[in-house]
């Protein structure tokens, strides 16, 4: 019996290490220049290179590579480690708008972009904490 080849793991799809940390970067870099996106901003320190660090750590393990993040820190926890921040529906749809633009300069393949946009956008919303817009 000849074993099938396991499909691509999505971090390896993105291009490992290197790629999640460019989709990250781009991020980031979005976040912190584009006016549209100025509450989600404000959620974050005067420096981004802390949450630029977390969110490439957690990505890696999400996305089927490396644990760094639950290497370093355990179990991610992601509503509990959120909640001292304002999330309502702004906050989420400025996240999920800046990670599908950086997705779409990245050139991520349209439809792995597509399905990693539904599951952030399931993960985003869970993540609100606030009534309203």
Same mark, same amino acid.
């Given at each position: 019996m000849i074993d099938e080849p396991a499909a691509p793991t999505p971090f390896e799809r993105l291009g490992g290490e290197p790629g999640v940390r460019a989709l990250v970067d781009r991020f980031y870099d979005l976040m912190d220049l584009e006016p549209g996106w100025a509450e989600l901003r404000a959620l974050h320190p005067t420096t981004l290179e802390g949450s630029r660090d977390k969110l490439f750590w957690f990505l890696c393990g999400w996305l089927g590579g490396p644990s760094h993040y639950t290497d370093r820190f355990g179990h991610p926890m992601l509503r509990a480690r959120h /909640?001292?921040?304002? #999330?309502? #529906? +702004? =906050? +989420?749809? &400025?996240? /999920?708008?800046?990670? &599908? +633009?950086?997705?779409? =300069? &990245?050139?991520v393949d349209p439809a792995l972009a597509q399905r990693l946009a539904e599951s952030f956008f399931g993960t985003a919303d869970w993540m609100r904490n606030r009534a309203g817009a």
């Open positions: /909640l001292p921040f304002s #999330i309502g #529906i +702004r =906050e +989420r749809d &400025q996240w /999920l708008a800046c990670m &599908q +633009r950086a997705m779409s =300069e &990245q050139a």
